[in-house]
């Protein structure tokens, strides 16, 4: 589903955020990537977003391969993979309906298909009675069900994380996670890049480490509790 084949990311300042990257991610697997700050992990997820582009190497994902992907491709891209940032990124003079609703407005969709889906999408994160509220009204962990609401709102087959727990105390960091896991068991692939150990040894999932650019270790769901940055 996902695949790095010697993958290096050189950015414009001559700076090497990725070194010659190995690795591969099947469909339907939930995988963990973590690394000190700085390691590369926000470079990896823009790689698979197309956001960036490698340097050297390829990165095929869902059977195509993105260096050789033509501009006019990438919006059909993105709406297979989602991503959810860890601060939200939302509207907060839209309410939260309008926030789930805007990848479906964008991608074209009639609006009482759009109604379905976010209701269908606020109601997966438990937030169908909240839809008229402001972001601004909401704590940090609602505010992140919207971002996560969002992002699966047009059922993508790739569902990508950048710190979604960063602000959140272990308490929600565990909803949010089973949130996640919820979303995969029903067959989403799922990355999920957190610097926060003690949070993914409880996962007992497969574990990426990165450090300084390169991939240190590559640990199975029972070797992670191993896992260090
Ligand atoms: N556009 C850019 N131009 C130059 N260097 C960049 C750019 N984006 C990131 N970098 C550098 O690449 C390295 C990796 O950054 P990246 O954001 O991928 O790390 P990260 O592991 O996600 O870190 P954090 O956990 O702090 O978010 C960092 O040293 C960063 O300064």
Redesign the pocket.
């Known amino acids: 589903m996902i695949r790095f084949d010697h993958v290096s990311k050189r950015?414009?300042?001559g700076?090497e955020?990725l070194k010659s990257l190995n690795f591969s991610i099947d469909a339907g697997e939930m995988v963990f990537l973590t690394?000190h700050?700085?390691?590369?992990?926000?470079?990896l997820l823009k790689l698979i977003m197309a956001m960036e582009h490698p340097s050297r190497g390829q990165v095929f994902v869902n059977g195509s391969n993105l260096t050789r992907m033509p501009d006019s491709q990438i919006p059909y891209h993105r709406r297979q993979v989602s991503v959810v940032f860890q601060n939200h990124q939302l509207l907060f003079d839209r309410s939260v309906f309008d926030n789930v609703a805007l990848p479906l407005v964008i991608a074209g969709y009639a609006a009482s298909d759009i109604a379905k889906r976010v209701r269908a999408a606020l109601d997966k994160v438990g937030l169908l009675h909240k839809e008229n509220r402001l972001p601004l009204e909401l704590s940090g962990g609602e505010q992140q069900r919207v971002g996560i609401a969002r992002a699966v709102v047009n059922k993508p087959k790739i569902l990508l994380a950048d710190?979604p727990t960063g602000n959140l105390d272990p308490e929600l960091s565990a909803e949010i996670m089973d949130l996640f896991r919820q979303f995969n068991e029903v067959g989403v692939t799922m990355l999920i890049?957190s610097?926060d150990i003690d949070l993914l040894k409880r996962q007992n999932k497969r574990v990426l480490a990165?450090s300084e650019g390169e991939l240190r270790a590559d640990m199975a769901p029972a070797n992670a509790g191993a896992v260090h940055v």
Do not use: C, D, V
């Open positions: 950015y414009s300042n700076f955020a690394g700050s700085g390691a590369g992990k926000s470079t710190e890049a610097h990165l």
